[in-house]
């Protein structure tokens, strides 16, 4: 215990030794709570260094994952293409194959007729039980010059394409489709022979999507496969 003392005090050599002592512990206990303290604080950086090298090994795989599904994609349809001279065949497998790899449940060719109007080609791959009848129908029903609407822009252009919320897209001419199909997002990429564009391959998702552009060059690489194909044809 302390003893205060109001006037000036002669202290024995108890009391000096009793008060060494407190100040001994009291030392002791804070080297304590500080070594504690550092403990503690140690302890935390190493489980954020922990956590921080476990999310980059995450990302590491989850990147390697994505090559070798990309270039295993790239295999499969430039074996196709080397294989067949079946333009409609390579065509369905392409759709089957992107929209596996996407997962977008939604994929539809799209020509030219011999009159250079834009129609559906046909040729579709639809998830099951994916709600795009209405959309489908509309689809095969629409003729569009060559320069006009959404699949238009890539016919001209000769470049893959993203479009948010088609919907509300004014190239968007298909709009009428969409309302009750939740259509939020699609791209579309040019088969090209040369600088021609003989085909657009479209894709859709009732998710929303931003633009990958990483995506779209996969495609545009895909697309000239494709070409090699209509090229033998």
Known sequence: CLIAYNQPHNF???EVDRAQTI????????????????????????LALLKQQITQRREAEAALWQESTIIKLLQEIAIAANETDDVTAVYQLALEKICAYT??????????????DIISGGIWHTQDGAPFQRFKEITEATR???????PGIVFSNGKPAWIMNPGRHPDFIRQRGLADLAVMAGFAFPVLTGAKVAAVLEFFT?????PDEALLEVMGHIGTQLGRVVERA
């Open 12 to 14: 024995s050599a108890e």
């Open 23 to 46: 100040a001994r512990n009291a030392a002791t206990a804070i080297d304590r709570i500080q070594s504690r303290e550092q403990l503690i604080e140690r302890m935390e950086k190493r």
């Open 103 to 116: 997962g977008w449940p939604l994929g539809h060719v799209c020509l030219l007729s011999t009159q250079g």
């Open 144 to 150: 569009l010059p060559a320069d006009k609407g959404w």
């Open 206 to 210: 009732p998710d929303v999507k931003e």
